[in-house]
Each structure stands twice: as structure tokens, then as C-alpha cells.
């Protein structure tokens, strides 16, 4: 089966910036308390801190840049809707964000989403429109529902308000590290699918070092990292449980940000997320779903280290029921 063809991105409106991420903070602080920075004993005795997004109100970091983008519209653009692609956490942000501005929204998703982010999506009140994963391109299909009914598309990574939203985790942690943690963070492992969160880190904690974390298989930012341009997951991917992180190839405005930091990827098993998705359930009670748990793993791993001033980010917890005691049943 082949890959699903590529659409170019538009070029974006702006470039993100660290002053753009503040004032994402700002409107963050007004609407939602702080999600929890846990300290997490590892095996050998160390100690991790983790950001806990997998206890958003809708599941995931992805409300941060939805919000961003979604309070940032003029009133002509709310009253034409909005549309975005997303295999369900970015869908279920913007779905959330939508319904309490009032605005329409339009998702396109994967049909082998979780069937628990499909319904969670719809049940917020968004138009689904479902697509296959390796054989349409997603952003062809939300260009031509832009083009049909005059929306904004509202990108899960490759926008720049969208990246300063997710940057926003970084200065809550930032914050709560300096409280319990005796300073900054000195590294930040993040979870990665297309590299807005990794992005938005850079911008929102220029003095740490950011790693973003992919599935093995779909590393194809590390890959582009390493290799000084953009290339993509290739024509026929590997089957993996983080659907969340199933990208086909990072946009130009998040390659940018990552490279100017001199970002470096870190690519992990299957059998090292449910590892990491294991132990944070037994250590921190809190139930991450695989693409969530990504970063995680690789500190797990020891595929990076950490010390003492290490933050991992946890990034979603939606998980199908069943599919999460399967992994904790198997462990």
C-alpha cells in the first residue's frame, strides 16, 4: 500500500514567536488551573518530573493550541467555521474550543482512529469527515472543506499560533520546576508527532534542551533532524499503537524552530511505550495513552538521560478502555 500523497502547505501567516507563547500562557492561566508537574522515582534512583497534559479537561495538551488560535480570530473568520485534521487529540481540542466560542468546526480523521476520541470528537459537537490513513492525504481533503464552505484551517502542528499554544506547557513548567524542582528545566523529552509541541517548547524554554520523542517507524523528524532537511515516514510505515504521533512529515515552520535549536530525535519500541505506559500507572496512578507515554519511554530506555532537572511530558490519556487493560493485564 502506498503513502498517501503529499499536499504542500501554504506558506504561514507569521513565524511563532516567544512573545506569542506568553501571551498563550496568559490566556491559558485565565481559563485553566495548572496541570500537575509530578516528580517520578525511575528505577535506577533517579528522579524525573512530569508534566501531566493527559489531565487537560479533553485529554491532552492540544487544548492549548486550539485555544490560542481559536480566541485569535476576527468575527468574520468565527462566523465561517473552522476545520482540522487530526487522528483525535488536536480534534477533540479544537472541538472543545469551538464549542465553547460558539464557532462551527469540521474534523478530518483517520478511520482507524480510537474509537473513544471519534465519539469524544462528535459528542463536542464537531462534523467528522473520516479519511484512510496511508492512502488520502489529509490536508488535500481539509483544503478542498476550506475551499467549499470559506472555513480557516486550524493545522494540528504546522500554525504558528498553534505551536505558541503548546508552548505554553513550557512555561507552567518552567514555573513549577524553579518552585520544586530548584531551577529551570535543563532538558524537556517530548512526545513528537509533526513537532508543534517540540516547537513550541524551543520557543517557550530557550535555555533547556528539547527532545522530541517519536514511535519507531514514523521517526521522521529525528530523521530530518539528523539529515538538515525534511523528509517523510516513507511508503509503508509500521502498524503502531501511537496513533497520536502518526505523521507523514513535519511542516517547514516547525523544522525551522527545531533546527534553529539544534534539536535531536529519539526513536522507541512498542514494547517500550507499554513499559512506560505500565509504569506510569503504577508509580503515577495516571492512565496515558501510547502516544502519550512516548517520552517517557525513551527516559525508560535510557535513551536519554536525565538529571535531576529532566521533564517529561505526558502529553494525552486518551486511551480505548480496552486497549489500556489489555496493556496492563499483559504487563
Known amino acids: 500500500m502506498g503513502s498517501a500523497p503529499q499536499f504542500a502547505p501554504a506558506p504561514p501567516l507569521r513565524e511563532p514567536t516567544r512573545e506569542g ?3 498563550a500562557a496568559a490566556k491559558m492561566s485565565a481559563l485553566l488551573p495548572h496541570t500537575p508537574l509530578l516528580a517520578l522515582e525511575l528505577p535506577d534512583g533517579g528522579v524525573v518530573w512530569c508534566k ?15 485555544w490560542h488560535r481559536l480566541t485569535d480570530l476576527t468575527e468574520e473568520e468565527r462566523a465561517r467555521g473552522v476545520v482540522a485534521v487530526s487522528s483525535g487529540n488536536h480534534a477533540q481540542g479544537v472541538a472543545w474550543a469551538a464549542r465553547r466560542l460558539g464557532i462551527a468546526a469540521t474534523i478530518v480523521m483517520p478511520s482507524d482512529a480510537p474509537q473513544v476520541k471519534l465519539s469524544e470528537t462528535k459528542r463536542l459537537g464537531a462534523e467528522v469527515v473520516l479519511y484512510e490513513r496511508l492512502t488520502q492525504s489529509r490536508d488535500a481533503i481539509a483544503a478542498e472543506i476550506c ?3 470559506g472555513s480557516l484551517l486550524v493545522h494540528a502542528y504546522g500554525d504558528p499560533w498553534v505551536i505558541e499554544g503548546q508552548g505554553s506547557t513550557g512555561i507552567e513548567l518552567a514555573s513549577q520546576m524553579e518552585c520544586f524542582a530548584g531551577g529551570a528545566p535543563t532538558r524537556i523529552v517530548s512526545p513528537c508527532g509533526g513537532g508543534g509541541l517540540a516547537s513550541g517548547l524551543a520557543l517557550a524554554c530557550p535555555g533547556a534542551e528539547i527532545v522530541p520523542v517519536e514511535p519507531e517507524g514514523w521517526d521522521d523528524v529525528t530523521r530530518s533532524l539528523a539529515g538538515g532537511a525534511i523528509v517523510d515516514v516513507g511508503a509503508a510505515p509500521p502498524p503502531t499503537a501511537c496513533d497520536a504521533l502518526q505523521t507523514m512529515a513535519t511542516y517547514p515552520i516547525n523544522f525551522a524552530v527545531m533546527t534553529s535549536h539544534g534539536m535531536k530525535g529519539v ?3 512498542e514494547a517500550e511505550v507499554r513499559a512506560a505506559q505500565i509504569y506510569a500507572f503504577r508509580k503515577l496512578r495516571l492512565v496515558v495513552e ?13 535513551k536519554v538521560p536525565a538529571d535531576g532537572r529532566t521533564a517529561v511530558i505526558l502529553s494525552g490519556g486518551n486511551v480505548d478502555p480496552a486497549a489500556f487493560a489489555k496493556v496492563i493485564a499483559d504487563a
Request: glycine share 14%.
Open 52 to 66: 501531566a497534559e493527559c489531565l487537560q479537561p479533553m485529554g491532552a495538551f492540544k487544548i492549548r493550541g486550539a
Open 21 to 23: 507563547v506568553l501571551r
Open 267 to 269: 526513536a522507541v519500541s
Open 290 to 302: 501510547p502516544g502519550g507515554a512516548a517520552a517517557l519511554a525513551a527516559v525508560l530506555a535510557g
Open 147 to 149: 475551499a467549499a464552505k
